[in-house]
């Protein structure tokens, strides 16, 4: 064995090895593997729709309804910093916009699916159409702007005149 194929050998091992820590192998998703939402960070009262692995394709990627979905960790100081001006957000766009959020450290299925390497990643989701990332302002109002301007087409495409 020659040093270039014993290097690739240590390579492919570190990847191998590494890669399962970062979600890159498959991380067993699959309805036995999904954990409840748990809102730790967003506490009971929040406007924020709290999801997970479990229920996220029904509550985010079936919604009727525009979601912009916040993709966070617990730990993240970015995150903290982004929760009440979501909160804020959320409050402002009821009944027209889902704020959700979902905490990828409980959620690999997700966190793997969508490719979340950076905390937050924010996401909008439009019935009918691919999500898309969203990297605008971190302030309540911009994204509340963003998220209404996003309901507003979805309702033209939809042929609704008058959004509710």
């Known amino acids: 064995m ?11 091992f570190f990847f191998l090895s590494v890669g399962s820590n970062l979600n890159l192998v498959d991380a067993g998703c699959g309805p036995d593997n999904c954990q ?4 730790g960070f967003y506490g009971p009262q929040s406007p924020v729709v709290v999801v997970s692995d479990a229920d996220f394709q029904c ?19 970015p995150c903290k ?25 409980k959620s690999p299925c997700t966190k793997g699916k ?4 950076r905390f937050p990643t924010m996401k909008v989701f439009v019935p009918g159409k691919e999500p898309q990332d969203y990297n605008g302002a ?8 963003f998220a209404l301007e996003q309901a507003n087409i979805a309702n033209t495409e939809r042929g609704d005149c008058c959004p509710k």
Do not use: H
């Open 2 to 12: 020659d040093r270039s194929e014993k290097m690739l050998i240590l390579i492919s």
């Open 36 to 39: 409840p939402a748990d809102d």
């Open 59 to 77: 509550k985010v990627e079936q919604s009727p309804q525009v979601v912009m979905c916040q993709f966070y960790a617990v730990w993240c100081p």
């Open 81 to 105: 910093n982004l929760k009440p001006e979501w909160e804020k957000a959320a409050v402002a766009t009821q009944g027209k916009v889902t704020f959700a959020a979902i905490d990828v450290d």
């Open 114 to 117: 969508y490719g979340i390497r």
């Open 138 to 145: 971190r302030d309540a109002k911009s994204l509340e702007t």
